[in-house]
């Protein structure tokens, strides 16, 4: 179960969040839990999740592992804030930054050569999906992401199916057409990998997650856990959504 956290929280609040979150989820088991802070954040809350059973993520990197990249920061910089995770190509990046796929690809390979777990995100557009096009879009994505990627790598890789329309709208997939689309996914990874990778593999489902939906959307066989962007800034509502019920 994993929150990014996009753009929001300065440390002392970032602080006050992950200090909420180390007590009220200090007992809770077999279920990982990850934070996604803004890079600003990530070394204090490294630090004050140390020896938790919360891990840490950044929400991008540069595949490089330093240089003359102004504004950028590497793989190797990630781990030395102490981070475990790493979210790649999420929409917003996708839509507003440009990164093509062959980009998320060398970041995707540039997190597993520094031994990075990460989160790699897939979805469709509304204009796809109301072209039934989700299906053969999202497999793309998939396709070309992990270009390269190897059977092994994939032990540290979790796919976050998040349709483009559910993002930050409040619209949810219902949970019978996320389980639709992860199991898509499953079947391209079966493909890739076969089937022994596939069913290893968590494949998470963003969009919109809340304490209200978590529930029906965890119940799904195919739905392995989720990506929560809003619902995860708050302590409250991202509890709940760790602590789902089925
Ligand atoms: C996200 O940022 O990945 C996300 C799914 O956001 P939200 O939960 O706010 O829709």
């Known amino acids: 179960m994993a929150g990014n956290w ?4 300065s440390v002392g609040e970032s ?3 992950v200090q909420a979150l180390k007590e009220a989820l200090g007992d809770v088991s077999h279920r990982e839990t990850v ?10 809350v490294a630090e004050a999740l140390r020896g938790s059973n919360i891990e840490v993520g950044a929400q991008n990197l ?3 592992e330093e240089g003359a990249y102004t504004g950028e920061v590497s793989p190797k910089m990630l781990l030395d804030v102490g981070c475990q995770y790493v979210i790649l190509g999420h929409s917003e990046r996708r839509q507003y930054f440009q990164e093509s796929d062959a980009f998320v690809n ?3 390979k540039a997190a597993l050569d520094y031994g990075l777990k990460l989160i790699l995100c897939v979805g469709e557009t509304l204009e796809q999906r109301e072209q039934g096009r989700q299906r053969s879009v999202v497999s793309a994505q998939v396709g070309r992401d ?3 990627v190897s059977a092994d790598a994939m032990k540290r890789v979790a796919i976050a199916y998040e349709p483009i329309w559910a993002i930050g709208t409040g619209r949810t997939a219902t949970p019978q057409q996320a389980n639709e689309m992860h199991r898509a996914i499953r079947d391209v990874l079966s493909g890739l990998y076969g089937g022994e990778v596939a069913q290893g593999t968590s494949i998470l489902y963003g969009g919109s997650v809340k304490p ?3 529930d029906d959307l ?3 066989p195919d739905v392995d856990g989720t990506l929560v962007g809003g619902a995860s800034l708050e302590a409250e509502s991202f509890i709940r959504i760790v602590r789902f019920q089925t």
């Open 6 to 9: 996009k753009m929001y929280k």
């Open 15 to 17: 602080l006050a969040l």
């Open 35 to 44: 934070v996604c802070p803004p890079f600003t954040a990530l070394h204090a």
């Open 62 to 64: 540069y595949p490089a």
């Open 106 to 108: 060398e970041k995707v």
């Open 146 to 148: 992990l270009e390269d």
């Open 212 to 214: 209200l939906n978590v």
């Open 218 to 220: 965890m119940a799904e």
